[in-house]
Antibody, heavy 120, light 112 residues
Framework: QVHVVQSGAEVKKPGASVRVSCEASGYRFTDYYIHWVRQAPGQGLEWMGVINPSDGATTYSQEFQDRLTVTSDTATQASYMFLHSLTSADTAIYFC?????????????WGQGTLVTVSS | DIVLTQTPLPLPVTPGEAASISCRSSQSLLHRNGHNYLNWYLQKPGQSPQLLIYLGSNRASGVPDRFSGSGSGTDFTLKISRVEADDFGLYYCMQDLQTPRSFGQGTKLEIK
């Protein structure tokens, strides 16, 4: 049975960094991309970036190019999203979701979301 | 970058009635393999999004057959034949033809 579980809520001060983890189980971790998507309060979904856990290759949205880092660890079947130089505009729920490497079958399993609050 | 535009944004519907949401892309989403790289998601209040439709018209596992996706190229439609209470929430289209991936603004299906 597939499970995608994210780390708990975070409160950060402006200028700080945050790490959100995404732990996967129940499937071969290296057969699926991990995407990161965020949702600001009352707003829509915003794609941030993606990692291929089989080789660690990443692609980021231009909007986050300078301060986003996504990694993966095949031993623990986890992906990590690091966002630096936080501002209040980064207050949002952050989701991870998997997508098959070989087929465009959509983001079929999502984590429960992690609320990141940036406040002084 | 590909921009997706959804209409309408709020969609008031009476349970039991049909509903239809449009998603228009700024570029064709038709891959040379003949598939349209457009997905639909539903986000219920307080929950993560869930996949409804992939490759334009394929229902994801467990999705009721009252949901259907159609369209090709730049124009796509999600139809719900008879809206049920569990269907209310935010609907998003998303393209996976190229990175950066992009979502539509979201259509709120609400009770009329």
């Amino acid at each position: 049975q597939v499970h995608v579980v994210q780390s708990g809520a975070e409160v950060k001060k402006p200028g700080a960094s945050v790490r959100v983890s995404c732990e996967a189980s129940g499937y071969r971790f290296t057969d699926y991309y991990i995407h990161w998507v965020r949702q600001a309060p009352g707003q829509g979904l915003e794609w941030m970036g993606v990692i291929n856990p089989s080789d660690g290759a990443t692609t980021y949205s231009q909007e986050f190019q300078d301060r986003l880092t996504v990694t993966s660890d095949t031993a623990t079947q986890a992906s990590y999203m690091f966002l630096h130089s936080l501002t209040s505009a980064d207050t949002a729920i952050y989701f991870c979701a998997r997508e098959p490497l070989l087929y465009a079958y959509g983001l079929d399993f999502w984590g429960q979301g992690t609320l990141v609050t940036v406040s002084s | 970058d590909i921009v997706l535009t959804q209409t309408p944004l709020p969609l008031p519907v009476t349970p039991g009635e049909a509903a239809s949401i449009s998603c228009r892309s700024s570029q064709s989403l038709l891959h040379r393999n003949g598939h349209n790289y457009l997905n639909w998601y539903l986000q219920k209040p307080g929950q993560s999004p869930q996949l409804l439709i992939y490759l334009g018209s394929n229902r994801a596992s467990g999705v009721p057959d009252r949901f259907s996706g159609s369209g090709s190229g730049t124009d796509f439609t999600l139809k719900i034949s008879r809206v049920e209470a569990d269907d209310f929430g935010l609907y998003y289209c998303m393209q996976d033809l190229q990175t950066p991936r992009s979502f539509g603004q979201g259509t709120k299906l609400e009770i009329k």
